[in-house]
C-alpha cells in the first residue's frame, strides 16, 4: 500500500480485488471473504511482515481466500507486482470491537483499551495490530 497509508483507510483494496476478481495469470475469479485484514506500521516493522520487499513504514492489507485452496503454491500469480501470495500460520489473538467503518483515532482506542486489558490479566501482546473488517457492500 502506499506509504502514508493508514490501518482503517482503503487504500490497496482495489489491486487485491482486481487479483481475486480474475487479474492474475489464469483469469481466475475467486470468493471475495471476510474479514479484510490490514496491519499496521508498527506490526510490519515488528516483523509482522516477513516479505522483504515490505517497508518498516507500511501498512498492508490482506485477503483470506477460500478454503480449496490449502497451499499458497495453488494460487494463480498476480498480475500486480505490488500483490503478493504469502501463507501465514494460524495464531492466537485477542480481539475489540469497533462499530460502523472506524477513524485511525478510534482504531488506536480500541488497540490501546484492548492492551490494557490484557496487562490485566497478566498477558503481553505483540507490537502492533491487525484490523479486521467487513464492509457491507451497498
Known amino acids: 500500500m502506499p506509504r502514508g497509508s493508514t490501518p482503517a483507510g482503503g487504500a490497496g483494496f482495489t489491486e487485491l480485488a482486481s487479483y481475486i476478481f480474475g487479474g492474475n495469470s489464469q483469469q481466475e475469479s475467486m470468493?471475495?471473504?471476510?474479514?479484510?485484514?490490514?496491519?499496521?506500521?508498527t506490526q510490519v516493522a515488528a516483523g509482522g511482515v516477513t516479505d522483504s520487499s515490505s517497508g518498516a513504514g507500511e501498512v498492508t492489507m490482506q485477503f483470506v481466500l477460500e478454503t480449496k485452496f490449502t497451499d499458497v503454491d495453488e494460487l494463480p500469480q498476480p498480475n500486480n507486482r505490488?500483490?503478493?501470495r504469502k501463507q501465514l500460520p494460524g495464531s492466537y489473538c485477542a480481539a475489540?470491537?469497533?462499530?460502523?467503518?472506524p477513524f485511525d483515532?478510534?482504531?488506536k482506542d480500541a488497540e490501546r483499551r484492548l492492551r490494557e486489558a490484557l496487562a490485566r490479566d497478566g498477558l503481553h501482546a505483540k507490537p502492533g495490530y491487525r484490523l479486521a473488517r467487513?464492509?457491507?457492500?451497498w
Do not use: I, Q
Not at 471475495?32 to 506500521?41: D, E, L, N
Not at 467487513?134 to 457492500?137: A, D, Q, R, S, T
Open 31 to 41: 470468493e471475495m471473504t471476510t474479514p479484510v485484514f490490514t496491519r499496521s506500521p
Open 82 to 84: 505490488n500483490v503478493r
Open 96 to 101: 475489540a470491537r469497533v462499530g460502523g467503518v
Open 105 to 107: 483515532w478510534e482504531v
Open 134 to 137: 467487513y464492509n457491507e457492500p
